[in-house]
């Protein structure tokens, strides 16, 4: 029993569909993946139609912020969780996405830089990033980083806040939803101590990540053990050989972690 607890798709920022995702996985010899895109429930619900020798577990990767940090947290479902709740707010966050995407668009024409808007209509988690790749595909001659930096950065000419949800809101939505929320990628996490999340009442920690060093991941498990939480592990799969996530089924939950995770699931 191994597996890969944090996977994203084409529903949101990742490159590949939700059928070659679930092919990479049996590839690897995985018997669990969770697929959990950023803020939509599209890709993991696909990947329960599917027929394949995986367990699907449901699941969501939520954006929230605190003390003004992105905070990631994700959400893991029992199959028999009602999705109703969960899915009007996506809906609603979805078209405040879509409204900031034709600012950042309309800015960015007046910037030189035109793109068709009928490519953000079927996005699900559409992002600075999604509108980066966009700006590529398209053959304007940037690297993404440069076009962080020259259009859509923080204090570039192109940039439009996000609305701002708030951390601790996410984790009690989840929770009535019936999901586990985990804090994801503890390690870029910068400005407030695990131990608050903790007490906002994140479940589980995903300790076991690509870009951990080895004393930061024996951190995060000593943390999850001494509060009694999940511990779970993902690649954060995107793409092939990126640098800032992992390669799919390469950090993987092994069977006793696993077993307890789906234990915990399984009573939600």
């Known amino acids: 029993m191994k597996a890969d607890l944090h996977i994203h798709t084409t529903y949101s920022d990742g490159v590949f569909s939700v059928k070659e995702v679930v092919k990479f996985a049996e590839k690897e010899g995985l018997t669990h993946i969770s697929i959990t895109d950023h803020d939509t429930l599209s890709g993991t619900l696909e990947a329960l139609t599917m027929k ?10 939520l954006s ?16 028999h969780a009602n999705f109703s709740l969960l899915q009007n707010f996506l809906a609603e966050q979805q078209k405040k996405r879509y409204t ?11 910037l030189g830089i035109t793109l068709d808007i009928n490519k953000i209509s079927n996005v699900d988690s559409i992002s600075r990033g999604t509108i980066a790749e966009m700006i ?10 440069e076009i962080f930096d020259k259009f859509l950065g923080n204090h570039a000419p192109a940039y ?8 601790q809101e996410g984790i009690n939505l989840l929770k009535s939803c019936g999901a586990i929320p985990v804090l994801a990628h503890p390690v870029n996490i ?30 995060y498990i000593k943390l999850a053990d001494k509060y009694n939480l999940i511990i779970t592990a993902g690649s954060d799969f995107h793409q092939f050989n ?12 092994k069977r006793r972690r696993l077993e307890k995770f789906l234990k915990v699931l399984n009573e939600r």
């Open 52 to 61: 394949t020798s995986l367990t699907i577990i449901p699941g969501i990767e």
């Open 64 to 79: 929230t912020y605190h003390q003004d940090e992105s905070i990631h947290i994700l959400g893991y479902f029992p199959k």
């Open 100 to 110: 900031r995407a034709l600012q950042i668009l309309e800015r960015l024409a007046n």
């Open 136 to 145: 590529i595909e398209s053959g304007y001659n940037y690297t993404k980083q």
């Open 160 to 167: 439009i806040p996000s609305t701002k949800f708030p951390t």
């Open 190 to 219: 910068k400005k407030t101590p695990i131990e608050e999340f903790i007490k906002m009442g994140v479940m589980g920690i995903e300790a076991i990540y690509p870009i951990n060093k080895q004393e930061q991941t024996q951190e």
């Open 242 to 253: 990126d640098y800032k996530h992992g390669d799919i089924g390469k950090t993987v939950l």
